[in-house]
């Protein structure tokens, strides 16, 4: 995507709790620095709450656009923000239900929860709030289950799975819990963005952490075993392309 090809440094903001310890001052200084700062899901709601613009939004379930697609964030954005997305939510959803095996009632999202299609916006009409919709069909489904963690992989020009080449969407087999940094995220990053040379992942793999607006004490260590088998994925992407990948959090700011 051309649009994309002067961004050599990127910032993805998760959703995580851990967030709201983060100043605005904190997200204009990575701005300074020149990264593409991605809010991921749920993170939107707190860069409305400190007033800083994120240069992207994105989201895999397409409950989590009914959910976020408020007067209120709609009225945030206001062509001042790009999204970057799968194009699999046409003709009611088509390549979503194919891609995560749904059933004609009801719809599993990413993270194996059964949502009833009715409460599944069918209709994205308000895509044009956005400065620029980046996306593409994935040109390659892979279970999880089937990513050899094992394989030691020295030849990367033979990389089996190369995010660069195909845009890449893993799945569970048995609608279990998957890691959506990993398994969307990434994949669709590498794909989009073609000069990259830093990817920050900020408050990802925090397994004890809530959600941003959620007082639940639990966090989401069920996510934990996905990533563990998709991190010799990224480890092989990261070395076959020279791209530095870096988890963010408290002790490494």
Known sequence: MKKLDHIKKILIVSPSRNIRRLSKNFFEKKRREQFYIISWTGSIEYFKDINFKPDAWSFEDPKTWARYTDF????FVDNNVDLLILDQY???LKLFKKNH???PKYVYSYTGRKVH???VPVSF???YVFKNVFKKENSKLIYVEDVNTLEVQTCYDNIKNDWKEDLILYVRKNK???DKLSCFILPMVFNYFNNLELVECLEFWDWSST???EDSKDGYSHYSYC???MLPEIIRIMNKYEVEIKWVNECTR
């Open 90 to 92: 046409k003709d009611n």
């Open 72 to 75: 209120d964030t709609l009225s």
């Open 101 to 103: 095996r749904v059933s």
């Open 117 to 119: 299609i009715s409460e």
């Open 176 to 178: 279990l819990p998957v």
């Open 211 to 213: 959600r941003v607006n």
């Open 125 to 127: 009409f308000y895509f």
């Open 227 to 229: 990533a563990n088998i």
